[in-house]
C-alpha cells in the first residue's frame, strides 16, 4: 500500500481514532515513522495549554523539501508534481516533474543565499498563482527562512503592516499578475508598500505580464538573471538545511477580532505530518491522481492542500493562475476535462456562484474522471450541496466538508472520502488525532448528542499554531484563555444525534465573506481612516454567493452633497488600506449608533438590523439612546 497511514474502512477509522486518543504518542509516532528524517525524535510530544507551549517530535530533525522532493526521486522523479494551468486558456500549460521541480528549487534556494537569505530570516512572498510561487515557498524551507506569503488581493498597506511585523528583509515578487481579464501590478503595489519599509534589503521580482516596473538599484533584482548566476557558479546543488521539528516554517497572516492580523506561526515536522496525514485520508489520495486545489496559495488552503500536503505525499498538485469565470463560468469543468482531474477541492462560494450560469457551462465538459470533491472555508448550505452532488459528482463521487482554520494547520473535521458517511452541510466527524468538545458560555463541557455550543479542541494534533509571531501572549489569549485548557476555535457548532459535527459560524466579531475571513474592527479601522468618518460599526448578513455580505453603518460628516459619492469614497479607503476583499457591500449613514451606557456598540442589533430581522431586536433596554435604533430601522439598505 502506497500510505500505511492511509485509512479505508470506516472498521479502520475507529480503529485509528480509537488508538489516536487512547495513546497519541505511538498513533503519531506511527505515522511520522513514514517520513525522512535526518536524526529521529526523542519524545513525541509535550504540551501544556495554559502557556501554551506545544512541542512535536522533540529534538527531530529533517528538512521538509527532502519530504516533498528529495525522497520521490528514486520512485517518482519523472512523474507530474506540478501541472499548471495558466489564466488565459489560449497559453501553453506547463507540467513540472519531481525531478525538476527539485531542480528549481535547489536553484532558487541557491539565489536566495546569494541574495543573503539565511536560516531564521522571514521572507515575504506576493506572488500571483504561478509555478514559481510554489518554487519561493519550498526554497525558502529548503534553506530554513520563514517565509509569510501574502494574497496578491492585499493592499500595499497591507503588505507593509505584514513586512513590519515579520521584520521581514526580502520579498519576492512577479511584476504583475493575471486574473480574468485583469492584469495586477503587483510589483507597483510592493513598491508602495515599501516606501514605509526601508529595512527591506532586496527583492526578487519574476517576470511574468511584462507590466513597466522600476527597478530600484541596490535593491531590486530579477528572478532571471538570479538563476543565470547561479547557473554560471557550477555547482547547482542546495544542501538542505537541517531543521530542529519544531524550527519555524512559515507565518500566515490571518485576520482575529480585534486589531491588526496576526501571524500564525506553523512548524516544521508537525505541519509535515499532519497535512500529509489529512491530505491522504481525506481525499483517498490514490498515487497518479490529480489533485485540484482552487484556492490561492495566499491561503492557508494553498499551503496545506496545493503545496505541502500533497507533495509530502508525492502526490501530482493542479495549480490554476485563474478564476472560475475566465473566459466563462466553464473553466473549473474544462480543467478537470483538460488534466482528467480526480479530486476537486473548492469552496461553497465558487460553487454557489457557477451554479448561478445555471447546467450550460457544465454540460460540455467531461467530467467523469472525477472520484472526490471538497469544499472548505465556510458553511456549504444544502442547495450548493446538492448541486455539487448533482450536476459536478454525477452522483457518484462522495463530497468531503472539510472544517479547519489557518491555526489549525490541516483538516480538522470531515468525512474521508467514500470511507466515512457524509451528511450535507455537516463536517461529520474529526480526523483521527482530533478530540473536538463544546462548551457553553461558561467553559462547561455540553456533553451528549443532539446538543450546541461553542467549538473547542481539548488535545493537541501536530499541526496546531504554535505563536502568532512576535506576541506569545496574543497567541494566549486569543486561543486559550477563553476557556481553561482548550484551543477555542471561535466557531459555534451543532453535534446530531449520531455525533456529526455542523459548524454553524463565528462566534466572534470575524465575518466569513466568500471564504475570506475579515476581522470586523479591521474594517471598521480603515472606514474610520476616512477624513469624512466619525465613527463606523461592521457587521456581516447573509450573501447569496458570498455567505456573508459586509454591512456598514457609518457616522458622515463629510462635506459632500452626494451620498452615493461619498460611499465611493469609503470604499475605496478599504480597499487602499485592506484591499478589494474588504470592501463593504453596504454602507448605510447614520446619525448615531447604539450603544450602552458604558460606550460598548451593540452589535447584536446592528446584525439583526442587516439582517432584515427588525421585529425580534431583544433587550434595548441598556441602550443610552433607543431613540437610534428606529432611525437607523427606517434607513436601512
Ligand atoms: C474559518 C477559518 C482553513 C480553510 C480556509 C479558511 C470557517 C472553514 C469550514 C467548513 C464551516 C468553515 C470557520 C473557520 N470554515 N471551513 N467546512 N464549514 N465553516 O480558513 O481563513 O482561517 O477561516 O472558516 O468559521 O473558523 P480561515
Known amino acids: 500500500m502506497a500510505y500505511p497511514y492511509q485509512v479505508t474502512s470506516l472498521d479502520q477509522y475507529n480503529t485509528a481514532y480509537k488508538k489516536s486518543v487512547d495513546d497519541p504518542e505511538a498513533f503519531w509516532g506511527d505515522v511520522a515513522s513514514n517520513f525522512l528524517w535526518r536524526k529521529r525524535w526523542d519524545k513525541v510530544l509535550d504540551w501544556n495549554f495554559t502557556e501554551p507551549n506545544i512541542k512535536w517530535f522533540l529534538n527531530g530533525k529533517l528538512n521538509i523539501t527532502e519530504n516533498c522532493l528529495d525522497r520521490h526521486l528514486g520512485s517518482l522523479g519523472n512523474k507530474p508534481a506540478i501541472i499548471w494551468e495558466p489564466n488565459d486558456p489560449e497559453e501553453h500549460h506547463r507540467v513540472l516533474t519531481y525531478r525538476e521541480l527539485h531542480n528549481k528549487v535547489l536553484q532558487f534556494g541557491n539565489v536566495l543565499k546569494n541574495n543573503g537569505v539565511k536560516k531564521g530570516d522571514r521572507v515575504c512572498i506576493y506572488m500571483g498563482m504561478v509555478p514559481e510561487l510554489a518554487v519561493a515557498v519550498l526554497a525558502c524551507a529548503r534553506i530554513g527562512a520563514i517565509h509569510s506569503v501574502v494574497f496578491g488581493g492585499f493592499s500595499a498597506q497591507s503588505i507593509a503592516d505584514r513586512l513590519q511585523d515579520a521584520q521581514a528583509e526580502f520579498v519576492i515578487t512577479c511584476d504583475g499578475a493575471y486574473r480574468g481579464n485583469k492584469e495586477i501590478a503587483l510589483k507597483s503595489v510592493i513598491d508602495d508598500a515599501l516606501i514605509q519599509c526601508k529595512f527591506v534589503k532586496r527583492v526578487i521580482v519574476l517576470t511574468r505580464t511584462r507590466t513597466p516596473v522600476s527597478m530600484i538599484k541596490g535593491r531590486d533584482v530579477w528572478w532571471e538573471d538570479e538563476i543565470k548566476k547561479v547557473e554560471t557558479q557550477g555547482n547547482p546543488y542546495c544542501e538542505a538545511e537541517e531543521m530542529d521539528a519544531e524550527d519555524p516554517l512559515f507565518i500566515l497572516y490571518t485576520s482575529g477580532s480585534t486589531g491588526k492580523p496576526k501571524g500564525v506561526v506553523h ?371
Open 267 to 637: 512548524s516544521t515536522a508537525g505541519y509535515m505530518v499532519y497535512t500529509a496525514y489529512s491530505f491522504v485520508n481525506v481525499f483517498q489520495y490514490q498515487p497518479g491522481d490529480i489533485h485540484f486545489c482552487t484556492a490561492d496559495i495566499g491561503w492557508i488552503t494553498g499551503h496545506s492542500y496545493i503545496v505541502y500536503g500533497p507533495l509530502a505525499a508525492g502526490a501530482t498538485t493542479l495549480i490554476y493562475e485563474g478564476i472560475p469565470t475566465f473566459p466563462d463560468a466553464g473553466r473549473f469543468w474544462s480543467i478537470v476535462d483538460k488534466y482528467k482531474v480526480n479530486v476537486l477541492y473548492t469552496a461553497p462560494t465558487a460553487i454557489r456562484s457557477l451554479m448561478g450560469f445555471g447546467l450550460g457551462p457544465v454540460q460540455n465538459h467531461d467530467l467523469s474522471s472525477l472520484k472526490v470533491l471538497g469544499t472548505v472555508g465556510e458553511p456549504i448550505n444544502e442547495e450548493a450541496w446538492h448541486w455539487y452532488d448533482e450536476h459536478i459528482g454525477k452522483k457518484k463521487c462522495p463530497i468531503v466538508d472539510t472544517w479547519w482554520q489557518t491555526e489549525t494547520g490541516g483538516v480538522l473535521i470531515s468525512n474521508l472520502a467514500g470511507v466515512t458517511p457524509s451528511k450535507p452541510s455537516f463536517a461529520t466527524l474529526p480526523l483521527p488525532g482530533v478530540q473536538p468538545i463544546l462548551v457553553d458560555e461558561r467553559g462547561e463541557e455540553v456533553k451528549g448528542n443532539g446538543v450546541s455550543g461553542n467549538l473547542c479542541i481539548k488535545f493537541p494534533w501536530p499541526s496546531i499554531l504554535r505563536t502568532t509571531y512576535g506576541d506569545h501572549e496574543r497567541c494566549r489569549q486569543n486561543y486559550f484563555a477563553t476557556y481553561n485548557n482548550l484551543y477555542f476555535t471561535g466557531d459555534g457548532c451543532l453535534r446530531d444525534e449520531n455525533g456529526n459535527y455542523r459548524i454553524t459560524g463565528r462566534v466572534d466579531d470575524v465575518l466569513n465573506v466568500s471564504g475570506h475571513r475579515i476581522g470586523t474592527a479591521e474594517v471598521e479601522n480603515a472606514i474610520n481612516m476616512h477624513a469624512g468618518v466619525v465613527e463606523s460599526a461592521i457587521v456581516g448578513y447573509p450573501h447569496d454567493i458570498k455567505g456573508q455580505g459586509i454591512y456598514a453603518y457609518v457616522i458622515y460628516q463629510g462635506t459632500h452633497g452626494d451620498e452615493e459619492l461619498a460611499r465611493k469614497d469609503i470604499t475605496q479607503t478599504v480597499s487602499r488600506i485592506i484591499g478589494p476583499i474588504a470592501k463593504p457591500d453596504k454602507i448605510q449613514f447614520v446619525s448615531g449608533l447604539p450603544k450602552t451606557r458604558s460606550g460598548k456598540i451593540m452589535r447584536r442589533i446592528l446584525r439583526k438590523i442587516a439582517e432584515g430581522e427588525m421585529e425580534n431586536l431583544g433587550d434595548t433596554s441598556t441602550l443610552l439612546d433607543p431613540g437610534v435604533v428606529n432611525e437607523i430601522k427606517a434607513g436601512k439598505i
